[in-house]
């Protein structure tokens, strides 16, 4: 295998690994949703969300990572973790 190939294979897992977690967060955001509904408390909370991405920030910083793309992509976690707690609770966008 040449050098590119055995990296794109690495790579190949590394994405994999990386579904995989989202997967898992999502999943975790019905739990969230179980506590939100016992202390009628709304499914998104701004104050949370931003306290995730001041997180994901100071992390990009920790890893030499360029911080916009990486609070870009916690943007993007977080709705999926809104939509799907949505969707759980029959306020999803589609009928
Ligand atoms: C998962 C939660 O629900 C929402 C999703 C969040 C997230 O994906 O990190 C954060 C806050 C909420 O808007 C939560 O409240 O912790």
Do not use: Y
């Not at 977690?21 to 949703?33: G, N, P, Q, Y």
């Not at 509904?37 to 920030?57: H, M, T």
């Amino acid at each position: 295998m040449s050098s590119l190939e055995e990296v794109r294979v690495e790579i190949k897992r590394i994405d994999r690994n990386i579904v995989d977690l989202i997967k898992k967060r999502t999943e975790l955001a019905e739990k969230v949703l179980e506590s939100k509904r016992k202390a009628g408390l709304p499914i998104n909370d701004e104050a949370q969300n931003k306290v995730v991405l001041d997180r994901a920030v100071d992390n990009a910083i920790e890893f030499n990572l360029d911080t916009n793309p990486v609070r870009s992509i916690f943007k993007i976690l977080i709705e999926m973790s809104i939509e799907h707690q949505q969707e759980l609770s029959g306020q999803g966008k589609f009928p």
